[in-house]
């Protein structure tokens, strides 16, 4: 089972890019991260694709980032509006098959599939 990210690039202050999450096989709890360099990465936002439900994490993405889910595939998309330069890093996509309990959403050792990543950077 893998995932696979897409539409990482290089991007300009104030503009938009959408990252997207193709997954080889059905998962219940998918999410984004994002690590930029020397940091843990710390988790956007996720969805639990079983009963629809949806959690934003970072406040410093609040309003600007969006994750979207559409039922029956097996992909999920980042959509990151107004770009600042500190959303440069890479993007993960990460997945658990079963569960998804709200309590370890944030914690990158509770997804047991990653993907390679997509670099994302912005520039002022």
């Known amino acids: 089972d893998q995932l696979v990210e897409s539409g990482g690039a290089s991007g300009q202050r104030g503009g938009s890019l959408r990252l997207s999450c193709t997954a080889s096989a059905a998962f219940r709890c998918m999410a984004w991260f994002r690590q930029v360099s020397g940091n843990e990465r710390e988790v956007m936002a996720s969805v639990d694709k079983t009963s629809a439900v949806y959690s934003d994490f970072a406040r410093s993405t609040k309003g600007r980032f969006s994750i979207f889910s559409d039922y029956g595939e097996n992909r999920i998309d980042l959509q990151i509006n107004a770009l600042r330069p500190e959303d440069t890093g890479i993007y993960y996509c990460?997945?658990?098959?079963?569960?998804?309990?709200?309590?370890?959403?944030?914690?990158?050792?509770?997804?047991?599939?990653w993907g390679q990543g997509t670099q994302v950077t912005v520039s002022s």
């Open positions: 990460a997945a658990h098959k079963w569960y998804c309990q709200s309590y370890w959403l944030k914690s990158p050792s509770s997804y047991p599939y």
